[in-house]
């Protein structure tokens, strides 16, 4: 899994590719939302479109993201969330917590409303 970071004005977006399936790997992404928590950037927008698939290892570490942030005063927004896990989404309910976009730009024009 590789996570590539770029910066939008306030907001960040990190761009995963691989499959979230636990382990260290998924542990660097929340490692890397808390590290933007700690320099003051509380806006965030993982893009998942080079996600096939990811396990509940995969969920939790969004899930803890999502938190980290709510608890800073933050947002996390997910963008190009692909069919299987979008499925995933709705089987495990999680689509009521997340906001999902279509593509990254939308999901950083979100944050501007």
Known sequence: MKIKESVEGKVVV?????NMMGGPETTE???????????????IVIDLK????????????LMACYTSLSEA???LKL???TEKVQ?????????KMFETYETA??????FED
């Open 105 to 110: 730009d939308r999901a950083i024009a979100s």
């Open 87 to 95: 499925s995933l989404f709705m089987i495990t309910q999680l689509i």
């Open 14 to 18: 990190l761009t995963v590719n691989g």
């Open 29 to 43: 992404l929340h490692d890397k939302v808390k590290s933007l928590i700690t320099d003051g950037l509380t806006k």
């Open 50 to 61: 080079g996600v096939k698939w990811m396990n509940s290892s995969g969920l939790g570490t």
């Open 73 to 75: 005063g933050g947002a």
């Open 79 to 81: 963008a190009s969330v």
